[in-house]
């Protein structure tokens, strides 16, 4: 590393501005130290066949760190997240990586280190939290918030910078393999989760990673990666106002664009989105960094690039700083297009500025404090064997964490009566996932994702099975268990299945997915579904267990909704639950049982026909029921439905006026008691109806939700001031408006389940707005006396 002789370089002088800072900097660097700075190398990546992201072997360069380091690196990619590894000794590795890339190249500027963090620290002996769309359907920000802070002090104290999540992409299709990872099929809840999320990860000092923008999860019929075909409006209304809402909101500093098309033009390489919208509409002033391979799949997937130079020309002209996870075409072909005129450096300043700004903000120019994780403060000079052991990242804190979420996050969509259980005697488990650890973690989950390819390392994580959590839930309880199938294969053990079935006093069938990547489980990425039967011989297992005459709870531990069949209406009790992490089949088990009160709301909507896809609530007139098609789209289970043990009333339902301003704000209210004998939670849903607009509009739409907890006994006013600005909509002309005439706001249980209404008329002239709309009801919830 090279000092300047008059003293301490101007980008480590803390005392300057970070732009002065970043501008010494960029002045200094050479061409090819400046494009060093705007790629990352995946070092540890497998050879061995056993991938860990698509395409990984053929599109990862074979690099030496000796090679890189002398230029500087801008990034290093998934040191925890790639193979097992002791937390501390890993700890030790990135340590001496930055050492080295530090000391050998000629300013000394850190890597910045990134991870995956779908669903908690993607590292061996890491808490494995409940999955996004877990997050979804316990309709709780503020608790998201907190899961997101702890994920991000365990990432920050390991010397990690960012975190490669969250995901807004909004659901439009459940085939798709990544429902998963998504918060659910509508935009608002989606947006107010993630955004909370982001504020946990970012308060820990980890930059957040918005991801896929945009468009990725309307790829024709659910296929992953597969070309996309939607009009601008549900772009602008559908899709877009996630990420817009955690631009605004959250602090995030960070963007990954989509893999996907939208009309022809592959999101790496469209400036409109990646800048125009992105940055000159929204005023992002963040990184944007490709996802693994975007950039080289403009030549290799999309056909609009000739050459890896011309790949990388579009993607920074489009606006993106980073390629991500290696520098297949941000190396040195790159360097001689620039040299020779065929790429302007303009660009690669432009990126590197913000990347270098980003590393100036996160301390990474201060010293040696800056790049050294926090668990070997005051041991800089260990060995990994010095402090193997000493770090633990899943400590009875996060476990708690872990557990709270998965309890609020399960749902009881149906219940004869049968639940709680009261004091069994003899129970059945039946079903492929009741006796599977890995039965509760998504396909972003550490053992699934990278450990399952080294099982001599264990899950590092306790994971008890279903099978183990009813043991200890019903200790008293005889417990039959019988596989009768696996997730995806035939029969097994069928036979003996609906025999232990006869001979108990209630059967549960555990039943869903198996987590997976490309083609490797039913759920997961590259993990689609040609319709949404539940995997191979599940629903016949259903079907017959159910024909027992034993009352049959059937419990879903799945990444995505299914249809269920005979089990909606003959079923005593459905739970549904989607990959509630480690503490997941201890909550299950305590809804079971009645420990635990179920609070849960569907995120997405669970089908009564497998193959009526692509089908959301959020949909026009003739997207429902009607008598010119003879596919029903009618959900089983509407989004935002789930129940509890406790029964709430509803009354009172009133409007502050009749009439709503153009530019004002109305406040409608509504009284909900808990008539039961014990506490609960009733998730106060608000939707808006538009019966006649410029353009088509969803028949509902969610606006506002309040999650009310109440005791046995107790009542709330629940009111929300609604803006105007909220019934905005794309019209005809492309711009968002606020139109005058009457809308209809509802209280609902559910999205099909409206308890009362109102109706308002918006008055005034047609208004347009813009990004800095209001986003948001204001919402109050004030007890009774």
């Not at 994920?151 to 995901?167: E, N, S, T, Y």
């Not at 909370?196 to 820990?204: D, F, P």
């Not at 804190?397 to 609020?408: F, H, Q, S």
């Not at 972003?444 to 994580?461: N, R, T």
Request: hydrophobic share 45%; aromatic share 6%; proline share 6%.
């Amino acid at each position: 590393m090279t000092v300047p002789e008059t003293g301490i370089a101007p980008w480590r002088d803390e005392s300057l501005p970070v732009a002065d800072r970043t501008e010494a900097l960029v002045a200094a660097l050479t061409l090819e130290e400046k494009i060093a700075q705007l790629y990352g190398i995946w070092i540890a990546a497998s050879n061995d066949g056993a991938e860990v992201a698509p395409n990984q072997n053929e599109m990862t360069e074979d690099i030496d760190l000796a090679d890189v380091a002398p230029l500087g690196l801008g990034q290093l990619t998934r040191t925890y997240g790639t193979v097992p590894v002791d937390p501390a000794a890993g700890a030790v590795s990135l340590l001496r990586t930055q050492q080295r890339i530090v000391d050998e190249s000629r300013l000394g500027i850190p890597a910045l280190a990134h991870e995956e963090c779908l669903a908690g620290f993607a590292a061996w002996g890491a808490t494995a939290y409940p999955v996004p769309l877990s997050w979804g359907a316990s309709w709780s920000p503020d608790l998201v918030q907190r899961v997101g802070a702890q994920i991000g002090a365990d990432m920050r104290k390991m010397g990690v910078h960012q975190g490669l999540a969250p995901v807004l992409d909004v659901v439009r299709d459940a085939r798709w393999g990544r429902v998963e990872e998504t918060i659910g099929e509508d935009p608002y809840l989606v947006g107010t989760t993630a955004t909370a999320y982001i504020k946990g990860l970012e308060s820990a000092g980890v930059v957040a990673t918005l991801k896929h923008f945009a468009g990725y999860s309307t790829s024709k019929a659910g296929r992953n990666l597969a070309p996309v075909s939607i009009g601008r409006r549900e772009l602008a209304d559908v899709i877009l106002p996630p990420f817009e809402m955690a631009i605004r909101e959250s602090g995030v500093r960070s963007v990954m664009n989509s893999y996907t098309d939208l009309d022809g033009v592959p999101s790496a390489a469209d400036e409109s989105l990646l800048t125009g919208l992105l940055r000159d509409t929204w005023g992002f002033e963040g990184t944007v960094v490709a996802d693994y391979f975007a950039i080289a799949f403009l030549l290799t997937q999309h056909g609009v690039a000739a050459d890896w130079t011309d790949a990388a020309h579009q993607a920074l002209k489009a606006g993106i700083d980073v390629e991500l996870p290696g520098r297949k075409t941000f190396g040195p072909d790159l360097v001689a297009a620039v040299r020779d005129g065929i790429v302007p450096e303009a660009l690669i300043d432009r990126a590197l500025r913000r990347v270098l700004s980003q590393k100036i903000e996160l301390g990474l120019l201060d010293g040696a404090d800056g790049y050294t994780p926090a668990v070997l403060s005051g041991r800089e000079d260990a060995t990994a064997d010095d402090v193997r052991g000493s770090v633990d990242l899943d400590p009875a804190e996060n476990r708690a964490l872990a557990r709270e979420l998965a309890e609020r996050a399960i749902v009881l969509l149906r219940n004869d009566g049968v639940l709680p259980l009261k004091t069994p005697k003899r129970i059945a488990l039946i079903g492929p996932n009741a006796d599977d650890p890995f039965a509760v973690l998504g396909c972003y989950s550490f053992p699934l994702h990278v450990g399952i390819h080294h099982p001599a390392f264990g899950a590092g994580i306790e994971l008890p099975t279903l099978r183990e959590s009813l043991a200890r839930e019903f200790p008293d309880a005889e417990i039959t268990y019988v596989q009768g199938t696996t997730v995806d294969g035939g029969e097994r053990d069928f036979d003996e299945a609906l025999a232990a079935a006869r001979g108990a006093d209630v059967a549960i069938l555990a039943l869903g997915d198996r987590a997976g990547l490309f083609g490797r489980g039913t759920s997961g990425e590259g993990c689609d579904a040609a319709d949404l039967t539940l995997p191979g011989a599940q629903q016949h297992l259903v079907d017959a267990v159910i024909a027992t005459g034993t009352p049959t709870v059937v419990t879903l531990l799945a990444g995505r909704p299914y249809a269920l069949g005979s089990a909606v209406e003959r079923a005593a009790a459905i739970v549904e639950s989607f990959f509630t992490g480690e503490e997941g089949t201890g909550a299950l088990a305590g809804v079971l049982s009645g420990r635990v009160n179920p609070s849960g709301r569907l995120p997405v909507s669970v089908p009564s026909n497998p193959g009526a896809q692509p089908s959301t609530y959020l949909a026009a007139p003739l997207a429902r029921r009607s008598g010119v098609s003879n596919i029903d789209t009618t959900a089983a289970f509407a989004f935002g439905h789930g129940i509890g043990y406790a029964p709430f009333v509803w009354a009172d339902a009133s409007a502050s006026a009749a009439e709503l301003p153009v530019d004002g704000s109305v406040t409608v209210s509504v009284h909900v008691g808990n008539a039961g004998d014990r506490a609960g939670v009733e998730v106060v849903q608000l939707y808006l109806h538009d019966p006649v607009a410029s353009t088509v509009r969803p028949v509902q739409r969610l606006i506002a939700y309040a999650r009310v907890e109440l005791g046995a006994g107790e009542r709330a006013t629940v009111s929300f001031d609604v803006p105007a600005d909220i019934t905005s909509f794309t019209g005809v002309d492309g711009r968002r408006i606020v139109e005058p005439g009457d809308l209809v706001l509802s209280f609902g249980r559910s999205s099909a389940e409206i308890v009362t209404s109102r109706t308002v008329r918006v008055t005034g002239q047609t208004r347009v707005v813009d990004h800095t709309r209001a986003l948001h009801a204001t919402v109050t919830v004030l007890p009774d006396a």
